[in-house]
C-alpha cells in the first residue's frame, strides 16, 4: 500500500507532519498554488483539532513580513470558521493586536469547492503543492540526476572548523553530522511519519546503490525490531517527468511486494512514491557481483534456487528486466549456514528505462541482444531467461560471459558465443554446458520457454552429483 493512500487512513501524527511540510505550505500561500496550500493546511487542522493553534501560530507570525497578507489572513479566517478558541488562543500567544483581530474577522474564508474532486486526503492535498521544483527536498545526500550523490560542501567557518578539530576525531564527527542530516532531511521525516514503522532510526549516513542510495536504519515494525535498507531513488529532471516516474515505480513495488513469497525474491517491508520513491528491504550482505566462484555443487543449487524464483516471478506476471549479478544478493550469514541467493530490484529496470540509459543500471555482459537491437524483439520473460543464463555463467565459471569495453560486448553478445562453460571451469558436469547454451541463445525461439524449465534441468544436474 503507497504511503499516499495510507495517509488518509491515519489520524496520528498530523502536527509533526505540519512541522515537515508547514514551512513550504505556507510559503506557497501567497503564490500560484496559493489556494491549494491553504486547503492542505485546512485539512491537516481538520484531521486533527490540535493542529490548529501551532498552524494559526505560525500564519500569524507570517503577516507582518508577507508581501500579500490576503491569503494567510483568508486562512486564518477559515480556520477560525472552525475552531475559534483555537485562532483566538493562537493570537493571544502571539500578543497579535486589535488591527490584526478585526482584519481576520473582516475577511471571507476560502472557498474550497473547486477542490472537492481531490477529496480529503491530507498527503495528496499537501503533495499537490509541495511536489515542485522549488521545494522538493531529494532526500538526504540523493542527487537529481542518476548515479551522483551530493557531498557536503566544506565548512564556511574556519572558527566553527577549529572547533570540530578540538571536539575529536574529524571522520567520527563528520558521520554523526551526516547521520543527523539524514533524520533530519524531510524525505526522512515524511517516511518515518508515514511509513508502517513504530520507529525508524539511521544507523549509517547514506550510500550511492543501483537506482538511487541507501540508508541503513533501525526499525520496529508491527512490535519487531530489525535492520531495514531504506533505499531512495534516484530522479529524472522535469517535473513531469518526476510524476511519470514516480507512478510507474510505484506500480513497479506493487508487483515486487506481490511476489515476495518466494524465498528467492528479496522481502518488500514497505514502499511508497511520496516524497520520493522509496522501498525499504532487509539488510544484505553483498551481491554475486562481489562474490568468487562456489564450488560446482553449491553453484548449480544457487542457479536451481534462482530459477525457481524467476519462474515465480513469471508465474504473476512479473518480468524482472534487470537480472545481472548485482541484483542477485545474499542475506547475512546466520548460524543455519550460508544462505541462498535472492532476486533484487524486481521490475525496476522496466520503470528505469523510460528516463535513464540503460546501462547505468544493468551491466551489459548479461544483457540479451534485445537489449541492444530491436531485431531481437522486446523486453519480455524471454529475456529474463537469457539474464538467467548469464548468471549461471557467471555462478559457474566466475567470470561473465563476453568482456571488454561497451562497444566490443554489445558486438560480441549480438554477433558471438561465449566459450563453453567447461572450457573455463572443467570439473563442470557435461550438461552444464547445453542448459547455458539453450538459456542464452540468440533467438527468443531457441531459448527455454520458461524459468521453470530451467530449474528442471539444474536441479537434475544437482542430484546427478550425489
Not at 491553504?38 to 493553534?53: E, I, K, Q
Not at 572548523?161 to 574529524?170: K, L, M, S, T, Y
Not at 562481489?290 to 513469471?314: F, I, M
Not at 538459456?439 to 520457454?449: H, N
Request: one cysteine or more.
Amino acid at each position: 500500500m503507497s504511503t499516499g493512500r495510507r495517509a488518509g487512513e491515519r489520524d496520528e501524527g498530523r502536527e509533526a507532519l505540519l512541522s515537515v511540510f508547514g514551512r513550504p505550505l505556507l510559503d506557497a500561500l501567497d503564490g500560484e498554488t496559493g489556494r491549494e496550500a491553504a486547503r492542505a493546511l485546512c485539512l491537516l487542522a481538520d484531521a486533527d483539532s490540535s493542529v490548529t493553534r501551532p498552524l494559526a501560530t505560525r500564519l500569524v507570525e507570517r503577516l507582518s513580513d508577507a508581501e500579500d497578507r490576503r491569503p494567510f489572513l483568508r486562512t486564518l479566517a477559515t480556520l477560525a470558521d472552525d475552531d475559534r478558541a483555537a485562532v483566538r488562543a493562537a493570537l493571544d500567544d502571539c500578543a497579535a493586536g486589535r488591527s490584526v483581530r478585526a482584519a481576520i474577522a473582516d475577511t471571507d474564508g476560502w472557498s474550497f469547492t473547486e477542490l472537492a474532486d481531490g477529496g480529503t486526503d491530507v498527503a495528496g492535498a499537501v503533495r499537490q503543492v509541495v511536489e515542485t521544483d522549488d521545494v522538493r527536498d531529494p532526500g538526504p545526500g540523493v542527487a537529481q540526476r542518476a548515479g551522483t550523490v551530493e557531498r557536503p560542501a566544506a565548512d564556511p567557518d574556519p572558527d566553527r572548523a577549529a572547533e570540530r578539530e578540538r571536539r575529536g576525531d574529524p571522520a567520527a564527527i563528520d558521520r554523526r553530522d551526516r547521520l543527523a542530516r539524514a533524520e533530519q532531511s524531510r524525505a526522512f521525516r515524511a517516511i518515518s511519519l508515514l511509513g508502517a514503522f513504530d520507529d525508524l532510526t539511521v544507523v549509517e549516513p547514506e550510500q550511492a546503490v543501483r537506482y538511487g542510495s541507501v540508508l541503513r536504519t533501525h526499525a520496529t515494525l508491527d512490535g519487531e525490531e530489525r535492520g531495514v535498507a531504506l533505499r531512495l531513488f534516484d530522479l529524472p529532471d522535469g517535473a513531469d517527468a518526476r510524476t511519470q516516474f514516480a507512478a510507474s515505480v510505484a506500480e513497479t513495488l506493487a508487483q515486487w511486494e506481490g511476489v515476495t513469497d518466494h524465498d528467492g525474491v528479496v522481502t518488500v517491508h514497505d514502499w511508497g512514491d511520496y516524497p520520493r520513491p522509496w522501498v525499504a528491504t532487509p539488510y544484505l550482505d553483498g551481491s554475486l557481483a562481489d562474490r568468487g566462484r562456489p564450488s560446482v555443487e553449491r553453484g548449480l543449487r544457487e542457479a536451481t534456487h534462482l530459477a525457481g524464483a524467476l519462474a515465480n516471478c513469471h508465474h504473476n506476471g512479473v518480468v524482472h528486466g534487470g537480472l545481472d549479478p548485482k541484483a542477485v544478493v545474499y542475506p547475512a550469514t546466520s548460524i543455519d549456514g550460508l544462505p541462498a541467493p535472492r532476486l533484487d530490484n524486481v521490475g525496476l529496470m522496466d520503470a528505469v528505462r523510460a528516463h535513464f540509459e540503460p546501462s547505468a543500471y544493468l551491466d551489459p555482459r548479461y544483457a540479451a541482444p534485445e537489449y541492444f537491437s530491436r531485431e531481437y524483439g522486446s523486453i519480455d520473460a524471454a529475456t529474463d531467461v537469457y539474464a538467467l543464463g548469464a548468471v549461471c555463467y557467471r555462478l559457474l565459471t566466475g567470470r561473465p560471459p563476453f568482456t571488454g569495453d561497451y562497444d566490443a560486448v554489445r558486438r560480441r553478445v549480438l554477433e558471438a558465443r561465449p566459450p563453453a562453460p567447461t572450457e573455463v571451469n572443467p570439473r563442470l558436469p557435461d550438461g552444464v554446458d547445453d542448459i547455458v547454451a539453450k538459456a542464452t541463445a540468440k533467438d527468443k525461439l531457441r531459448r527455454y520457454e520458461t524459468a521453470a524449465a530451467v530449474r528442471r534441468d539444474c536441479w537434475r544436474l544437482v542430484q546427478s552429483l550425489d
